[in-house]
């Protein structure tokens, strides 16, 4: 069983930074995929950015020059460095771990963009 803590959530001004940490309990972690997703009110939960095992990232358009996706093994962490920051991005983001055939997610952390 993995856990899956999501942090560093809050409110911020248009333009600000952000960077959200997702830390995953249990063993594995460096064999971890995991992906960082947001879910804005009434809509869906999409995929923001995602980084491999062997550190291979992606991102969707939305984050793609504003977001970076990092991980240190040695903390059992990933990051979510947040720039240019816009109200539209407020949303819960979540983290998703894939280990093997199984998935985890975490409870969620809250990010409000707003003057």
């Known amino acids: 069983q993995v856990q899956v803590v999501e942090a560093g959530g809050g409110l911020v001004q248009p333009g600000g930074s952000l960077t959200l940490s997702c830390t995953a309990s249990g063993s594995g972690f460096a064999s971890f995929d995991i992906g960082w997703y947001r879910q804005a009110p009434g809509k869906e939960r999409d995929l923001v950015a995602a980084?491999?095992?062997?550190?291979?990232?992606a991102y969707r358009n939305v984050g793609k020059g504003r977001f970076t996706i990092s991980r240190d093994n040695g903390k059992n962490t990933v990051y979510l460095q947040m720039n240019s920051l816009k109200p539209e991005d407020t949303a819960v983001y979540y983290c998703?771990?894939?280990?093997?055939?199984?998935?985890?997610w975490g409870q969620g952390t809250r990010v409000t963009v707003s003057s």
């Open positions: 998703a771990v894939r280990s093997g055939s199984n998935g985890y």
């Open positions: 980084i491999s095992s062997d550190g291979g990232t």
